[in-house]
């Protein structure tokens, strides 16, 4: 069905700033193929929907702290594993169980490259959670989490363990900062995006409904202050600055106007579902984002002072 002669690019354009991180953007639809282009649009559409009418459940993909030295990876795994009566599953995907086999993992990793001393300097290990609700087959989180692993992880040694006893079912991943080809991991705000992006993508494969969204997609702006601020507003030492409102307005007003390109392309359409798909669009600016960011942001004025 013909959505129009440009609305798949405007699609693709804006939607591609909303949800994807700005290492796997598309930069434009004007490069790709008449087929590749109503496949990137039709992707976009499903996150549209999946963001502003299902609400689908987003994923957690946390970085919880990592090893300076093999005692401490060794404690960690004794902890993930509960000191081996949790199955570990290594990059092999074989299953192993027991405290001695904790140990032997322990030793493999130590001698498996460049020795990892008792204690170090750097990061020589990265522990990661990824995690879902309560409700969630926690069969299901494993199978993705394993997935995530070996495509984001291929070069690495790492450990995974499914909790599930808990409420919300996650697995604990720790992964071997130093690759077998000696390169080391060094994840940045993008790469923890393309892993929520990751994890989302392999639950959905298992017919979970997941996203990974930012949360300045969703109207969403939470900014807590670092530890100095909290210590020295208890002293009475922290200057005022911005308010919370202000810096939530500032955050939401590349989103609000990537949606409302959106919703303008939709509404253009001549598919009923996705003008459908544009009310819904103008619905969740309104419900999840501050007035103040829905009106188009001033440029501020260049100080002509020398």
């Known amino acids: 069905m013909a959505h129009g002669p440009d609305i798949d690019g405007v699609l693709i354009e804006w939607g591609d700033r909303l949800f994807y991180p700005g290492n796997r953007r598309v930069r434009s639809a004007e490069g790709l193929s008449p087929a590749s282009r109503r496949r990137r649009a039709a992707a976009i559409r499903a996150r549209i929907e999946a963001t502003v009418v299902r609400r ?6 946390k970085v919880t702290g990592g090893g300076r030295g093999m005692k401490a990876i060794a404690a960690h795994f004794r902890y993930i594993s509960k000191n081996g ?3 570990m599953e290594d990059e092999r995907e074989q299953l192993v169980s027991g405290s001695g086999s904790v140990r032997e993992i322990a030793d493999d990793w130590r001698y498996g490259g460049t020795l990892i001393e008792d204690e170090s300097f750097r990061r020589e290990a990265f522990n990661i959670i990824l995690s879902m609700p309560a409700g969630t087959n926690a069969e299901i989180v494993q199978k993705a989490s394993r997935e995530f692993a070996r495509q984001e992880f ?10 599930d006893h ?13 690759s077998i080809r000696g390169w080391r991991l060094n994840p940045r ?9 990751t994890f989302a993508e ?3 494969g298992w017919g979970v409904d997941a996203e990974a969204s930012r949360q300045s997609s969703r109207g969403v702006a939470r900014r807590y202050p670092e530890i100095w601020q909290v210590k020295a507003e208890a002293e009475g030492r922290l200057r005022k600055t911005r308010s919370l409102k202000s810096r939530r307005v ?6 609000a106007k990537a949606w409302r390109q959106v919703s303008q392309a939709l509404a253009a359409s001549s598919s009923e579902r ?9 619905g969740h600016l309104r419900d999840g984002f501050d007035p103040q960011a829905l009106t188009p942001e001033v440029p501020r004025p260049v100080s002509r002072d020398r």
Do not use: C, F, I
Not at 56 to 61: D, H, K, N, S
Not at 274 to 282: C, E, N, Q, S, T
């Open 202 to 204: 392999k639950l959905r």
């Open 274 to 282: 996705d003008r459908a798909l544009g009310r819904a669009v103008d």
């Open 154 to 163: 291929s070069d690495h040694k790492y450990v995974m363990v499914l909790h």
């Open 166 to 178: 808990q409420a919300n079912p996650h697995v604990h991943l720790s992964v071997r900062a130093e």
């Open 85 to 87: 009566r949790l199955s």
């Open 189 to 197: 705000k993008a790469d923890l995006r393309r892993w929520r992006e």
């Open 56 to 61: 689908a459940t987003q994923v957690m993909v």
């Open 250 to 255: 500032s955050s939401q007003h590349p989103a």
